[in-house]
Each structure stands twice: as C-alpha cells, then as structure tokens.
C-alpha cells in the first residue's frame, strides 16, 4: 500500500480518484488509480501485458507522475481530453472569426484544457472598421469576453478555468494591457505576458524610439524603454504582465522550419503554435535519492534514466488514446507527438544530496540531472521511432540544426538521423503544486522549498475545523532519520532565505537542457527597490532564459497567513520548530469563519445615513435601474449599511427585493464583503450579456456589481474588506507570510509558484 499523508489522501480523494456518478469509489487504493493508468496507457502496444507492469512501477511509490488530466481521465469513459496545454488558433480580425474561437476556446475548456490566445492580430482600438463605419474597440474589450465565458465555464461545475492572453511589445493598445488587471475584477481568468521581441531588447538598451504599429500603419511612437518601465512598474506592484521572450522561443525551436509561435499555454511552459497541444509529466527526482542526508548521498543516474526511457513511452502512448476537443489539435498533436516530460522534487532531491539550492555545488548537480534526462528522452524517442515511425512533420536536416539537437551527443545524434524521433519536443518543466502534494509534499517543479512546515485548517463533516501540520518531504524525512532534535544544516533552505538572482541561475541553467519551457516564480522581497526588481528581467534575457515571472509580495496581491515554520537565524541555519505565533486579537462580540472577523450582531440602523444614488440603462430594459447605497460611519471610517434597487420595471421587482436584502444583511454583519463584488460580477446572463461605455458586462447582475465596487472604491472601503482589515492588524508580519486567499477554501494559503497560483491549504491550483 502506498503512504500517503492525510493531504495527499484528500487530493487523490477529490481530483484524481475514479468515482460513479453517485459518488462511489471505483478506485479503493491509490494503487487502483495506477493500474488504471498503466492499463490505458499500454493499451496501444503490442504487448500490453508486459508494459502495463513495465508502466505500473514506474508509477508506484510516485516515481513518475503523469499530470493531473493524465492520472484524471486515463482508464476512464469521460469524455475528457488527457491533455493540459493548448494554444488556440489565431484570432481573426473580424467579428464572425472571433467569435468561432471563442466558440472553440468553451468547448476545450470544456473538456479540461488550460488554453493560450495571442490578441496581436485583432486591431486596436480606434482603427476603423472598413463597412460598417465604426471604430474598432480593441482587444482588450474582446478579451472581456473570453474572460466572461471562462466564468461561465467554471461556474457550470467544470475545472476552473485557466488562460493565457499575450500581446506584442509593439501592438498600439499594449500599454491598456499592461495595466488591464489593475481594474479590480477584471480579465480574472487571464494570466497576462507581453510578447517581447529582440529588437525590443535593443531599443531599449540603446535607449530608442520603438514604433507601435498595426497591420503595416504606425499608430505612434514611444521610448522603448518608458514603456519597458512601464511593463516593470506594473509587474512589480500587480505582479502582472509577465514577459514572454518570443524571438527566442522560435528560434531555439526544434520545428522552426514548419511552425511558429505566438502564444504559451496558461503557465507559459509550453509555447505552442496554432492548434498546439501537449500533455505532461515529471520525474520524481527526490524518491530517486540513495543514502540520503548521508556523506555518499546521491541521485541515481541509472534508474533515471531508464525511469526516463519508460516515461517517454507512457505519455507518446497517451497521446494515441487521447480524446481531443476540436479535429483541428488532434491533427496537430498526430503530426509533431509534442509531449512535456520534467522534474519534480529538485530542491527535495538537492538538499537529500546534502547540496544547498541556488549554491554552486547544488547547481552542477542539477545540470547533471537534467542533462541526463535530455539524453534519455532523445534517445528513447529515437528508438520509438525506430519501433513505431518518427512523427510524421520530421525533417532530418533542419531538425538535427536545431539547438536542442546540436546540444546532444554525437551517438544520439546518429540515432536521430537514422530515425528520426517520435517527438518533436520532449521536456519541459510544468507546475506540479497539486501532483507534488498527492506524492507526499515534495518540493514543486524546479522551485525551491516554500515552507517546511505550515498548519491548515480541515473542514470536518460536522462543520468544525481541525487544524494539522503539513511538512515537505525531506524536512519529514530528516527528522524520522536524524531525530526531532537534530538542529538542521545549512542545506535546508527555503525560498525566503534565497535572493531573487538564486532563482533566476537555476532558471536559467535549467533551459539549457529543456527544449520548451519552465514554469517558474522567481519570489522577490516585498521591500526591493524598482531598479534592482527591474534588473531581474534584464538579466533572465542576458542569460538566455525564454520568459519571466515575478511575485513581489504587496498590499495589493498578498495577504497575512500564518505558517508553522522554523526561525532563521542570521547565518541562514534554521533552528528548531517553533509554535505558531499567536493571532491577533479579536475585538469582543465577534467571531471568525474561514479566516474572516465578522461581528455577531447586525449593527443598529440610525435615524439617518449619508449615501449615493447610481443610476443603469440596461439596453434591453424600457426603464432605468436606481441603485442607492447607504453608508454608516464608525470609528472615522465610511462603511457601506445597506442598499435599494429601484426600477419602473415590475418584471425586475421580486429578486431585486430579495437581493437588495440579502447584501444589506452582509453590508450589516461587517467583515468581508469583497466576495459580494466577485460573486456579482461573475454572473454571466445566458441570453447574453450587452455592451455598455465601451465593455462587454455579462448580465445586469453584473453591472449592480459593478456599482457597488464603484461605490466602495469612492467612500476608500475598497481595500477595507477583510483581507486589508487582517493585513494592518499583522502589520508586523514578515514578508514571508504574505499568501493569499484561496479561492476555494478561504484560507490564506495561495502562493505564487511555477507562474502559477497554488494554495499551499487545499491543493487548489489555477493552472492544473
């Protein structure tokens, strides 16, 4: 049987374990989940018998870990595709065209795919529309509505959803997508990347003017490096856009020759072209550790190689078996095989080898691991292509001059050029904070440790929490060889302790061996100056590195949680465990659910309030909406009381009663009342939303909510919900405990990790 921590129970429980539709379990063990893997999975050999018990091992004890869509819907009569990644196709510069994508973007999220859009190609706002004598709006209204069919997708009981929208350094509206999501609320569902190109690079080191043109008409010209410091300034304080080196990427293409890219899949380690899908998985590099923590401490070259070899074999066949959403991505992933093979458990690995993460020593020995899986995959998919023919787009001698290629060593080489391989691409390193939990805590991807220990809260059946202790899987493993005693060495060191240039070389020489992507967060501290925040992007370019994504925790985007840690001290040794530090005190008559203070009784209403009255014409509506928010003030401070919805319309009278009541109640109770925005704004009306001042709002819901976050905004309540509230009561927190809420569980517990957010309470991932 395999032993698996209670959170790696609840993960397998909820997302990956097979279940009848009354919700009886299929799977009873985790090893049940795996056999039905591996049997799927053999499914296409023509011996399936002796693969499944090949695929099976590699499978047990978590040595390899196909991605969750994999380990979700292998085996099984969903109707869901196995693959995580997808770019879309290129969207058309008219309406009819954007709208079939947009009709194709639902039905692959449908079915479970993170998906990517470059908006480059849809004009900016302003330009005419030729025959119709308007002006175009932009691509930033139209991602409003991409954005709007993603909530609806999720809010159907579908995965959340998960996109990338990426738009050119030189496109006339980047600066609106630069500070986009700095509009409460809006483009959500997005991750946003600016596509900057080299010539970019050169402008602004050089100091020159860059021209923002569209369709071959320049729009204006700008200082390229104003507006490099303006993608910086926004990324610093709203940890987005992120910046996607796209020059490098085609280039260092394998099959430059046949395709070209624009776009990466919503964690940017998997940039693909038109169509482009592709599945993943990651070697478990820290259950491949022999003599832990001990002087002959050493990863084993061996069984990773051979453990290498099988995985390559696993995820060619998942792509046989596969369903896919659209013709158009089975066809693409038939004619280039692309799979996405990489590592997680690194920093485990590194510190079970005695090897400090970001130090010297830790980086050699990270280069050798990664170049051993290279090695193994190419060769591997060689003799697949030997066994079974090389996908079908080869082309020997452009391939062999690619850079990945040329990197290889002569006998793999010649095994390529008699071949050909199976895969076109083959590794890439994917966000694994959900799969890395299921697999007992390893550390994630190639990040370094987050915390070695850290508390959440469980929901029990009865209502109640129970709070428990979480621990990374070496830190577990050392103190069940070394004793709780034993003081730990210099070695273990987490993410607070390491500075922003540590994550950047592993990043950096990480990408020598990986022939698309990594998803990786390189953390910052929160009191960084700009310039040197500013520096890091320059520096990933000059080291080769094909993007880049900080998190700087801030007011705006982090928030006070609590962990269950160890105290540094200034020589960077970790000291023993400590307790929690103790919360701060409530205010009396009040109490707390899901991390949020609300008061027990409603707050008396006076005699008279202070508020405004707004007033919406919804298109389809003969009368206008009134809405009209009170306010009450305590302690010097405006807070909204309650709220009226008024209309001539009857046909609105019934549930605008019962929800004007309702978000008085909360208004009334205190505490949190963000999620009443949120919760509005999400609303997406099934007959259509409308357009109004130039933006698509999904449903009057919606635009009520959007009232209301105008009010809060102009009375300064709109950062005094909850999360602010709890940040100046920890005022004194250190940066390290800045996470943020789930949006699932309610804990404090997102943090930013492989370009991803990741709740460290739950396993909830953006991105998975």
């Not at 479970?112 to 004598?133: C, E, M, N, Q, W």
């Not at 919805?645 to 009334?668: D, G, P």
């Amino acid at each position: 049987m395999a032993l698996m921590t209670p959170i790696s129970s609840q993960i397998w429980d909820m997302k990956y374990r097979l279940k009848e539709g009354d919700g009886a379990a299929l799977d009873k063990t985790m090893e049940d989940s795996w056999r039905r893997v591996a049997s799927a999975l053999a499914a296409p050999e023509d011996d399936p018998g002796y693969w499944q018990t090949e695929f099976y091992e590699a499978l047990e004890d978590f040595r390899f870990l196909p991605a969750g869509r994999i380990l979700a819907g292998a085996g099984t009569d969903r109707h869901v595709t196995l693959f995580n990644c997808f770019v879309m196709g290129r969207v058309p510069d008219d309406m009819a065209g954007i709208f079939d994508q947009l009709k194709e973007a639902a039905l692959t999220m449908q079915q479970g795919g993170g998906i990517g859009y470059d908006f480059s190609t849809l004009r900016p706002k302003g330009a005419p529309v030729v025959g119709v004598g308007a002006d175009a709006s932009g691509p930033l209204t139209f991602m409003d509505v991409w954005d709007s069919m993603c909530r609806t997708i999720m809010s159907a009981g579908f995965r959340r959803g998960a996109m990338m929208g990426t738009l050119r350094c030189d496109h006339p509206d980047i600066e609106a997508f630069i500070e986009a999501k700095q509009d409460p609320g809006r483009l959500r569902m997005f991750n946003l990347s600016v596509l900057v190109s080299d010539d970019f690079m050169a402008a602004v080191k050089a100091d020159r003017p860059w021209e923002q043109s569209f369709d071959g008409v320049c729009y204006k010209t700008v200082s390229a490096r104003e507006l490099w410091d303006r993608i910086m300034r926004a990324t610093y304080a709203f940890a987005e856009p992120g910046v996607i080196f796209i020059d490098r990427i085609n280039k260092a293409n394998n099959l430059n020759y046949c395709e070209e890219i624009f776009a990466t899949n919503p964690c940017g380690e998997q940039p693909l072209p038109p169509y482009g899908a592709c599945l993943l998985g990651s070697i478990n590099l820290a259950s491949l550790v022999r003599s832990p923590f001990a002087e002959n401490a050493a990863l084993d070259i061996g069984a990773l190689s051979r453990l290498v070899a099988t995985s390559v074999r696993m995820l060619d066949n998942a792509i046989s078996i596969s369903r896919f959403p659209l013709e158009a991505q089975r066809e693409e992933a038939i004619a280039k095989r692309r799979i996405g093979l990489g590592v997680t458990g690194l920093a485990d690995a590194l510190i079970m080898c005695r090897a400090r993460y970001g130090s010297e020593p830790a980086n050699a020995l990270t280069q050798s691991w990664l170049a051993a899986l290279r090695d193994a995959a190419y060769l591997t998919s060689a003799r697949l292509a030997e066994e079974k023919g090389a996908f079908p787009l080869f082309d020997a001698e452009p391939y062999l001059a690619s850079e990945t290629v040329t990197g290889l060593s002569p006998e793999i080489r010649a095994e390529i050029e008699r071949h050909g391989t199976r895969n076109a691409l083959l590794t890439s390193i994917a966000p694994t904070g959900t799969i890395s939990l299921l697999a007992g805590n390893i550390s994630s991807g190639i990040e370094p440790v987050f915390s070695y220990s850290y508390r959440r809260n469980v929901l029990m059946p009865d209502g109640s929490r129970k709070a428990e202790t979480v621990s990374d899987y070496a830190y577990r493993l050392f103190r069940e060889l070394k004793g709780e005693n034993t003081p730990l060495p210099d070695y273990f060191v987490d993410a607070q302790q390491l500075r922003p240039s540590d994550h950047l070389v592993v990043q950096a020489l990480a990408q020598k061996y990986i022939d698309s992507s990594i998803s990786k967060t390189i953390n910052c501290p929160e009191e960084i100056g700009f310039d040197e925040f500013k520096d890091i992007y320059t520096e990933a370019f000059d080291l080769g590195c094909k993007g880049c994504t900080t998190y700087r925790p801030n007011p705006v985007t982090g928030a006070v949680m609590e962990t269950a840690g160890a105290e540094v001290d200034t020589d960077g040794e970790i000291q023993e465990e400590l307790p929690l530090k103790q919360p701060p005190a409530k205010p009396r008559d009040a109490y707390e659910a899901g991390g949020v203070v609300y008061m027990t009784q409603p707050l008396e209403r006076p005699e008279s309030l202070p508020g405004s009255t707004y007033k919406i014409r919804w298109p389809e509506s003969d009368h206008a909406i009134y809405i009209t928010i009170n306010d009450i003030i305590r302690d010097g401070r405006r807070a909204p009381f309650e709220i009226f919805i008024n209309s001539k319309n009857t046909e609105h009278y019934a549930w605008t009663v019962a929800l004007t009541r309702m978000i008085s109640a909360v208004f009334r109770r205190g505490g949190d009342i963000s999620f009443v925005v949120e919760e509005l704004k999400a609303v997406f009306d099934p007959r259509g939303g409308q357009w109004m001042d130039g933006r698509y709002v999904p449903s009057i819901l919606a635009a009520i909510g959007e009232v209301i976050e105008h009010h809060l905004s102009i009375i300064g309540f709109a950062r005094a919900a909850a999360p602010a509230a709890e940040r100046e009561a920890d005022a004194d927190a250190p940066p390290s405990e800045r996470l943020r809420t789930c949006p699932r569980c309610s804990q404090y517990g997102v943090i930013q990790q492989e370009g991803c957010d990741v709740c460290t309470a739950c396993g909830y991932s953006k991105c998975a």
